[in-house]
C-alpha cells in the first residue's frame, strides 16, 4: 500500500465508529449521491442506478454501472462504483472489467463531485488501523482495509 493512500485511510479511521464516523450526515450524502449518479447518466448516457438496501456495512451504496459499459460481463458479479460512509471515499468494484476511459472519467466525476477515489488493489491489505476492536470483528478472517470502509460488517 502505498504511503499516501495509508495516509487518506488513517485520517478517517475513526475509533469505535464500526459503519459511520461521528459526524455521519445521511441526508447531505444521499444528496451528493443522487447528483453523481445523473451527472454520470449524462456523462455515460446509460442510467447509474443506486442500490441503496444497505445495513450493517460500512459503506452507504453502489452505484450500479451498466452492464453495456462493461467488456465482457459475467453473470452475478456486482459492477458498481461503491461509495463510504466515510470520509467522502468511493472506490470501483471489477475495475479491470471496463475499458480505461471510462474508469478514468468515472475518477475523474467523482473527484468533480467532492469524493476520494481509492483503489481496490490499494486496499486490499490487512487492517491495521488504531481502531483496535475493528479487528475482532471476525474470527474467520483479519478484516482489510476494504471491509473497514467498504464491505458489510
Known sequence: MKDSVKE??????????????????YADLERRVIELSINLQQRFGHTF????????????????IPIKLVINPKPNIGYSIRISNFGNLATIN?????????????????????????????????????FNDFKKISSDYEPSWYVRYFDYL
Not at 487518506?8 to 450526515?25: A, S, V, W
Not at 442506478?49 to 450500479?64: G, W
Open 94 to 130: 471489477f475495475r479491470e472489467e471496463y475499458p480505461r476511459e471510462m474508469t478514468d472519467g468515472i475518477i475523474e466525476q467523482l473527484d468533480m463531485e467532492g469524493f476520494l477515489f481509492v483503489d481496490i488493489d490499494e486496499i486490499d491489505y490487512t487492517y491495521d488501523g488504531k
Open 8 to 25: 487518506i485511510l488513517l485520517r478517517f479511521d475513526e475509533i469505535g465508529q464500526y459503519e459511520t464516523p461521528k459526524q455521519f450526515d
Open 49 to 64: 442506478k443506486i442500490d441503496a438496501q444497505v445495513q450493517d456495512a460500512s459503506f452507504f451504496c453502489d452505484l450500479t
